[in-house]
Nanobody, 131 residues
Framework: QPHLVESGGGLVQPGGSLRLSCVAS????????VGWFRQAPGKEREGVSC????????KYAESVKGRFTIARDNARNSVYLEMNSLKPEDTGVYFC????????????????????????WGQGTQVTVSS
């Protein structure tokens, strides 16, 4: 069974940094698109960042560009989100997501910041930015 587990969330002051990790089990991240999403209380889940499988191309939400960096380590079956210069509006539950459909060709290897087509989701890790 595909399974994702996030870690690294916590309470941080504005301007601080956190590094989220996501470990996949039950399947390999090879040829898979990966992403991070977040959900604040009372708001819809929004895409934060995604990365393609082979080319390593990335996309970021406008609100996090220049502050967040997504990375992956297929050898460790892991995905990371480095978050710097955190703001109170970054507060929320952060979810790791994987599109479990393999992308074998360049044409297929694209990513989007929408919940579809990500099919496997972690349980989320809480990030709170507050002084």
């Amino acid at each position: 069974q595909p399974h994702l587990v996030e870690s690294g969330g916590g309470l941080v002051q504005p301007g601080g940094s956190l590094r989220l990790s996501c470990v996949a089990s039950g399947f390999t991240l090879d040829y898979k698109v990966v992403g991070w999403f977040r959900q604040a209380p009372g708001k819809e889940r929004e895409g934060v960042s995604c990365m393609t499988s082979s080319s390593g191309s990335t996309k970021y939400a406008e609100s996090v560009k220049g502050r967040f960096t997504i990375a992956r380590d297929n050898a460790r079956n892991s995905v990371y989100l480095e978050m710097n210069s955190l703001k109170p509006e970054d507060t929320g539950v952060y979810f790791c997501a994987v599109d479990t459909t393999p992308r074998y060709t360049t044409a297929q290897d694209t990513c989007v910041l929408t919940p579809f087509p990500f099919r496997s989701w972690g349980q989320g890790t809480q990030v709170t930015v507050s002084s």
